[in-house]
């Protein structure tokens, strides 16, 4: 596609509710990351893709964050048993580069969760 | 920890008045730095980056932005602003060595330029 899309753009859920949110990647891309953007923060990393293979996962705040993208394209972020402090922006971004010149990232318009 | 500073959280303009939002990394090594933009309504996207050579780079809309090694500083600047420059601004940077490349974002500036 032409840009990196993620769904539901807006989300509510009730708490302890289980969310899925998912990210369409730019064509071809190889890098892929999840970031977590809260009300007046900037984005914070979550967890980072190349290709299949989950590099990175430092970021995810619990164990109930999960992270996958099996054939190396779109990507699923999971959030079980969803709590308050879980509301926030979660940003999608891909890259085509790898390694540490990845940092110019095309990003995606953002999913928004409020869990009540 | 690796972090990123921005000065200022909300920065108010007129028309044609010059701009500056400064941003400072913590010391960790070789670094790329990057402003990202975010117009309202709109997903991030790269104003301007740094990788190596010429401190002074030049993005897009008249936009540049300074390294300053010695001072960790990473300052973006626009002469003459307009009001379509309404945004937020966000200083990253990727350090050398660090997690997979990824972005290390500050808080963000919150641009208003009144007409």
């Known amino acids: 596609g032409a840009g990196v899309s993620q769904s539901p753009r807006y989300k509510v859920a009730k708490r302890g509710q289980d969310v899925a949110l998912r990210c369409d990647p730019i064509?071809?891309?190889?890098?892929l990351f999840w970031y977590q953007q809260a009300l007046g923060q900037g984005p914070e990393f979550l967890t980072y893709?190349?290709?299949?293979?989950?590099?990175?996962k430092s970021g995810l705040p619990s164990d109930r964050f999960f992270a996958e993208r099996p054939e190396g394209s779109v990507s699923t972020l999971k959030i079980q048993r969803t709590q308050q402090e879980d509301s926030a922006v979660y940003l999608c971004?891909?890259?085509?580069?790898?390694?540490?010149?990845?940092?110019?990232?095309?990003f995606g318009e953002g999913s928004r969760l409020t869990v009540l | 920890a690796q972090s990123v500073s921005q000065h200022n959280h909300h920065v108010i303009l007129s028309e044609a008045a010059s701009l500056e939002l400064g941003c400072n990394y913590s010391?960790?090594?070789?670094?790329?730095l990057f402003w990202y933009v975010q117009y309202p309504g709109q997903h991030l996207q790269l104003l301007l980056k740094?990788?190596?050579?010429?401190?002074l780079v030049k993005g897009i809309k008249g936009f540049e932005a300074e390294f300053i090694k010695s001072k960790f500083s990473f300052n973006l600047r626009k002469p003459s602003v307009q009001w379509s420059d309404t945004a937020e601004y966000f200083c990253?940077?990727?350090?050398?060595?660090?997690?997979?490349?990824?972005?290390?974002f500050g808080k963000g500036t919150k641009l208003s330029v009144k007409p």
């Open positions: 740094y990788f190596s050579g010429d401190p």
């Open positions: 990253a940077v990727t350090y050398y060595g660090g997690s997979q490349g990824n972005l290390i």
């Open positions: 893709f190349q290709n299949e293979a989950q590099l990175d």
């Open positions: 010391y960790g090594g070789t670094v790329n």
């Open positions: 971004a891909s890259s085509s580069r790898t390694g540490w010149a990845t940092g110019e990232l095309f």
């Open positions: 064509s071809g891309h190889v890098s």
